[in-house]
């Protein structure tokens, strides 16, 4: 009986170590990379549209505009100064503010 017993107790600590092992392989963590679309490329403040320099002028006209980006999707990253705090904005081309 003891030998039994014995025997259940190695079996279920194996399987148990088996199952342990099973859920670290499924859980290891995978790289993910962002969209390129997020990827923001710097251009001159003379090449933003019309209507995203109107809408800066319009929402914060203290601002400086320090840097200004541009991504795939003709989203507008606006890096400006604001009475000595720095930010950074966010537009579409038509000059509506987006929240990232």
Known sequence: ?????????????????????????????????????????EIKAGDLPSKVTEALKKSYPDAVLSKAYINEKKEYKLEITVKDQLATVYTDVDGNWIQK
């Open 1 to 41: 009986m003891k030998k039994l017993i014995l025997a259940a107790a190695i079996v279920l600590g194996s399987l148990s170590t088996i199952n342990a092992q099973t859920q670290d392989q499924n859980t290891a963590p995978t790289e993910q990379k962002a969209p390129a679309t997020d990827e923001f490329t």
